[in-house]
């Protein structure tokens, strides 16, 4: 997956998180939370 890509997914699940929390969807809220920090992470790899 290119960076663009993962820059646009990390946008989407950020975007999904905010309405889980509107919501107080607390379980999709903390998985969400798991695939984002994992992203973030790929991510940081791949500007290294």
């Known amino acids: 997956m290119s960076k663009l890509e993962m820059i646009k997914q990390l946008e989407y699940l950020v975007a999904f998180q905010t309405n889980c929390l509107e919501k107080g969807d607390w379980n999709n809220f903390d998985l969400l939370q798991n695939s ?13």
Do not use: G, T
């Open 36 to 48: 984002i920090s994992r992203l973030e992470e790929d991510i940081l790899q791949q500007m290294q």
